[in-house]
């Protein structure tokens, strides 16, 4: 019943920026916490991001910390995540994902109930 669907990745070159969103529709969206996730061929699901039903707070892997943003848009029923100055390592399929629960820590992915398709981000030196 709920869906989420990710777009606006890309081939870029490290240093440049991107802007992924993501659209939900099925439940309330007002409700859910929020997350991004991205993933690299033969890693496991790694946490990037986590949006509070508030859009404040947000918390970020150190990895993207300062260098990635992400936001929600609670009338449009979508998040986004700016991510500048890319580097190659943050070559991975990135996911959306939303959960019913709000907890202290949302950086497992377990924590979460749906899941989008995914969208690939490859930046390349």
């Known amino acids: 019943q709920v869906q989420l669907v990710e777009s606006g990745g890309g081939l870029v070159q490290a240093g440049d920026s991107l802007r992924l969103s993501c659209a939900a529709s099925g439940r309330t969206f007002s409700t859910w916490t929020m997350g991004w996730f991205r993933q690299a061929p033969g890693k496991d699901r790694e946490f990037v991001a986590a949006?509070?039903?508030?859009?404040?707070?947000?918390n970020y892997a150190d990895s993207v910390k300062g260098r990635f943003t992400a936001s929600r848009n609670n009338a449009k029923n979508t998040i986004y995540l700016q991510m500048n100055s890319l580097k190659p390592e943050d070559t991975a399929v990135y996911y959306c994902?939303?959960?019913?629960?709000?907890?202290?820590?949302?950086?497992?992915?377990?924590?979460?109930?749906?899941w989008g398709q995914g969208t690939q981000v490859t930046v390349s030196s």
């Open positions: 994902a939303s959960a019913l629960r709000s907890l202290q820590r949302m950086v497992r992915p377990g924590l979460y109930d749906y």
């Open positions: 949006i509070p039903v508030s859009g404040l707070s947000i």
